[in-house]
C-alpha cells in the first residue's frame, strides 16, 4: 500500500560540549576547545513517490551531534547534516507550530531544523578578568519538530485503463521511472510517478475493472490521486476484441467517482500498436472515432510513438 500519510519526529544536532581542560605544567593555562555545531536537517522533494515508506510511526529521525572539544584547543567536528528525500507533493505540518513547508519539485529544499550551537571552550573564555575560567559555555540542543507529512499527488497527467493495458510500461518509457510491468492483471498496486523531460509530472494509477467504484480489483480510491491532472491518458489496447466496450468501463467507473474527472480533457492511447497491423489499427481508429478523442497509437517496442507521444505532452 502506498504510504501517503505519516508522523514522526524530526531533530537537527545538539552542539558538543565545550571542554574545560588546563595544559600540563605550572604555566600553561585554560585550553579546551569548542564544541562542533549540530548538523542541520533538510528536506528536499524527489519524484520516488513510495518514499514516506522509510518511516516508523512515532519515529524519530536525527541529524548527527556535533562532537564535544578537547584539551589542547581541539575543536569538535561539526555534526553531519542530514537529508531527507520526500516525493513531490509532499506537505509537512509541524504539530505544535502548525508552519507548513510545501514540496512541489524535484529539489525543492528547506531547512526545517537548525542544528544547535556548539559549546565554547574555556580556552576561548579566557579574559583579563578571569584568565584560569573553570568552565565552559553550554551548546544548544537542535531543533526539534513534531511534524506530519501528507502527500497529495500534484501530476499534470494521469494514465488510465484496464489492467495490462500497458500504462506502467508506458510510464517506463515516457520518465525515469522503474514502475513493475507484467502480464498478469493488477501488477500495479499503488501508484506510481515519473517526471517528463519537460520536468512534468505523470501518474500511473492500479488498473480499473468493471465494478471496481463497488470495490471490484483494486476499488477505485486511487482516482483521489488524479484529480488534479489536466489531461487524462486513457490507454487501451490495440489488441483488444471490443476497444469501445474497454473505453466505456473504464469511463463508468470514473463517472461514479466524480463528474470531474469525467469533464477532464482525455486523450486515448491505443497501446501495444506492435500487436496488430495497419489494417487492425485502422479498424480500432475507426471503431473509437465516434468518442470525439485525439487518438495516439503507441508502442514501448516503437521509439518513433513514444518520441510522437512525448511531444504531444510538451
Ligand atoms: N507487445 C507489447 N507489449 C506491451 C506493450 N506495452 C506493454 N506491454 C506488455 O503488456 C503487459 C502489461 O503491461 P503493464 O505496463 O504492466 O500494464 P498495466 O496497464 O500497467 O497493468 P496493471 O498495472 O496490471 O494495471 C506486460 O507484459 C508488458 O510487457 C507494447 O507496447 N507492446
Ligand atoms: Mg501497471
Known sequence: MLVDEVKITIKAGNGGLGAVSFGKGAKSGPDGGNGGDGGNLYF????????????????????????????????????????????????????????????????????LCKGGTAGIGNFELRSSK???????????????????????????????????????????????????????????????????????????????????????????????????????????????TDPVSDYKVIRKELGEYSKNLLNKKEMILLTKSDLTDEKGIKKVRTE???????IISTSIYDGNSIENLLKVLQ
Open 288 to 294: 473509437l472515432k465516434n468518442l470525439d478523442r485525439k
Open 44 to 111: 528536499e522533494g524527489s519524484s520516488d513517490l513510495t518514499l514516506l515508506e522509510q518511516f516508523h510511526p512515532d519515529q524519530t529521525v536525527s541529524a548527527e551531534n556535533g562532537h564535544n572539544g578537547g584539551k589542547d584547543k581541539m575543536i569538535g567536528k561539526r555534526g553531519e547534516d542530514l537529508e531527507i528525500l520526500v516525493p513531490i507533493g509532499s506537505l509537512v505540518t509541524d504539530l505544535n507550530t502548525k508552519a507548513v513547508f510545501a514540496f512541489n519539485k524535484v529539489g525543492d529544499r528547506a531547512l
Open 130 to 240: 578571569n584568565t584560569t575560567p573553570k568552565f565552559s559555555i553550554p551548546p544548544t540542543s537542535g531543533q526539534r519538530r513534531k511534524i506530519e507529512i501528507n502527500l497529495k499527488f500534484i501530476a499534470d497527467y494521469g494514465l488510465i485503463g484496464l489492467p495490462s493495458s500497458g500504462k506502467s510500461s508506458l510510464l517506463n518509457e515516457l520518465t525515469n521511472a522503474k514502475a513493475k510491468t507484467a502480464e498478469y492483471h493488477f501488477t500495479t498496486l499503488s501508484p506510481n510517478l515519473g517526471v517528463l523531460p519537460n520536468k512534468k509530472i505523470i501518474a500511473d494509477i492500479p488498473g480499473l475493472i468493471e465494478g471496481a467504484s463497488q470495490g471490484k480489483g483494486l476499488g477505485i480510491k486511487f482516482l483521489k490521486h488524479i484529480q488534479k491532472v489536466s489531461l487524462l491518458l486513457h490507454c487501451v489496447s490495440s489488441d483488444s
